[in-house]
């Protein structure tokens, strides 16, 4: 069974935007909070956006300031809105619970920046 369905990668030039989407199971979506990690090539998986516990968002130190994470309840859908993209950023990029991924990983949406 599905848990996250992620979308809205694709290929972008250097300083371009992207908006991602995550599609999370009702259950999972009213229970936790959802946030974003992206795995490189022969990298581990890293947690990126997310919210906290006080209503606020955290950010990965290289990421703030360029990514926005946010969320639609009534569409159970988490987004990362990511601009002035750098090829570091590239990346499949999946979206599960923080701080711990508690459900099994989506396929993924993968995001590639050009120089």
């Known amino acids: 069974q599905v848990q996250f369905v992620e979308s809205g990668g694709g290929l972008v030039q250097f300083g371009g935007s992207l908006r991602l989407s995550c599609a999370a199971s009702?259950?999972?979506?009213?229970?936790?909070?959802i946030a974003w990690y992206r795995q490189a090539p022969g990298k581990q998986r890293e947690l990126v956006a997310s919210f906290t516990r006080t209503g606020s968002t955290d950010y990965k130190d290289s990421v703030k300031d360029r990514f926005t994470i946010s969320r639609d309840n009534a569409r159970k859908t988490v987004y990362l809105q990511m601009n002035s993209l750098k090829p570091e950023d590239t990346a499949t990029y999946y979206c599960?619970?923080?701080?711990?991924?508690?459900?099994?990983w989506g396929q993924g949406t993968l995001v590639t920046v050009s120089s």
């Open positions: 599960n619970t923080a701080p711990l991924g508690f459900y099994a």
């Open positions: 009702g259950s999972i979506f009213s229970t936790y909070r």
